[in-house]
């Protein structure tokens, strides 16, 4: 059975720091790429980044570039999200997932086929 379990959301001020992580179990972690997804009250759900099986291969949304940045650490079976420099725009339920069948960076959520339950984070101006 496969299992994403995200952690590390909260409330921070404007300007400061969180990391996300998302502990994987269930399949062979370095096989399949993952992806960081937010969605905000009343917005569709959007890609924040995502990272290849190896880890050799990013990709960010142009509102997260160069304040995000996305690793996985394989000995863990975990990938985690450091956001910094947050700004209230970044407040939004934040889902991790694994793709289905590819360990390819994978940018569109239809490759995606195993999500976490998400974690709130809110950023106060």
């Known amino acids: 059975q496969v299992q994403l379990v995200e952690s590390g959301g909260g409330l921070v001020q404007a300007g400061g720091s969180l990391r996300l992580s998302c502990a994987t179990s269930?399949?062979?972690?370095?096989?399949?790429?993952m992806g960081w997804f937010r969605q905000a009250p009343g917005k569709e759900r959007e890609i924040v980044a995502a990272?290849?099986?190896?880890?050799?291969?990013?990709h960010y949304a142009d509102s997260v570039k160069g304040r995000f940045t996305i690793s996985r650490a394989g000995a863990k079976n975990t990938v985690y999200l450091q956001m910094d420099s947050l700004t209230p725009e970044d407040t939004a339920v934040y889902f991790c997932?694994?793709?289905?069948?590819?360990?390819?960076?994978?940018?569109?959520?239809?490759?995606?086929?195993?999500w976490g339950q998400g974690t709130q984070v809110t950023v106060s101006s």
């Open positions: 269930g399949r062979t972690f370095s096989l399949y790429a």
């Open positions: 990272i290849s099986g190896s880890g050799g291969s990013t």
């Open positions: 997932a694994q793709t289905g069948d590819s360990a390819w960076l994978a940018a569109s959520d239809e490759l995606y086929t195993y």
